[in-house]
Structures are given as structure tokens and as C-alpha cells.
């Protein structure tokens, strides 16, 4: 019973790690106390955009990755 449903549990998986795992590491990155951060940005205007700039950037490219693999095109067709 149960392995029939672990290929669904593993693309399930999959989707959520391609999304999660890089915006992580970005919110991680940004969490540090670099002097790049603290110093050459100009203003916490400057500072947001940046942030929030590269995570939806990197999810936008993670969601596409995804799209054109055939994980999403797979979790589509299968019954839940």
C-alpha cells in the first residue's frame, strides 16, 4: 500500500525542496552580518529591493526549473 504512493511522496518532495531550498539559502545569506551589506548599500530602500529582488528572482528561476522538468507535468496527472 504504502510503496505504492512513494513515487507521489518523492515528486511532492522534490517540489518543495527546488522551491525551498534556494529561497533558504538567500534568506540565510541575507541574515549574516556582511560588510558588503552594511557598507556599500546606500539606504535600506537599496537594501529590501535587493533582498526581495534576489528571492523572487530565485524563485521565479526554481519554479520555472521546475515547470519544465517532468515533476510538475507528472504530480499534474496523478490522482491525489
Known amino acids: 500500500m504504502f ?3 512513494r513515487p507521489e ?3 511532492r518532495l522534490a517540489i518543495v525542496s ?13 541574515g549574516m552580518n ?7 548599500l546606500q ?3 537599496e537594501f ?5 529582488g534576489l528571492q523572487v528572482l530565485v524563485l521565479s528561476i526554481s519554479l520555472y526549473v521546475l515547470h519544465r522538468t517532468r515533476i510538475w507535468r507528472r504530480l499534474r ?3 491525489w
Open 3 to 5: 510503496e505504492d504512493r
Open 9 to 11: 511522496q518523492v515528486y
Open 18 to 30: 527546488v522551491v525551498f531550498l534556494p529561497l533558504s539559502f538567500i534568506t540565510g545569506f541575507f
Open 34 to 40: 556582511f560588510t558588503f551589506l552594511t557598507d556599500s
Open 43 to 45: 539606504s535600506r530602500d
Open 48 to 52: 529590501w529591493l535587493l533582498a526581495v
Open 77 to 79: 496527472e496523478d490522482d
